[in-house]
Nanobody, 124 residues
Framework: QVQLVESGGGLVQAGGSLRLSCAAS????????MGWFRQAPGKEREFVAA????????HYADSVKGRFAISRENAKNTVYLQMNMLKPEDTAVYYC?????????????????WGQGTQVTVSS
């Protein structure tokens, strides 16, 4: 049974930083592209960042470029999202996802597996 468990969310002031983690189990982690998505109240889920199985290729939403960084440690079956210079508009539930098709994750917000989400709240 595949599980993705996010952690690291919380309340932070604008300009601050958080690092989200997503621990995966039940799958051959290095074979899966990983992505981070977010959903704010009343809005649709949106793509944030993704990287390929080996971590060689990454994509970011324009809204987070230069502020967020996605990385992974395949030996630990974990993907991270380092979030710097946070803004109130970054407030959302953040989800990690795993998929065999990297470009589906980036372009269509489709993945094979999803985590339960972690809340990030940025106060002004």
């Amino acid at each position: 049974q595949v599980q993705l468990v996010e952690s690291g969310g919380g309340l932070v002031q604008a300009g601050g930083s958080l690092r989200l983690s997503c621990a995966a189990s039940g799958l051959t982690f290095s074979l899966y592209a990983m992505g981070w998505f977010r959903q704010a109240p009343g809005k649709e889920r949106e793509f944030v960042a993704a990287l390929t199985g080996a971590g060689a290729i990454t994509h970011y939403a324009d809204s987070v470029k230069g502020r967020f960084a996605i990385s992974r440690e395949n030996a630990k079956n974990t993907v991270y999202l380092q979030m710097n210079m946070l803004k109130p508009e970054d407030t959302a539930v953040y989800y990690c996802a795993a998929g065999r098709n990297y470009y589906s994750i980036v372009a269509t917000i489709k993945a094979d597996y999803w985590g339960q989400g972690t809340q990030v709240t940025v106060s002004s």
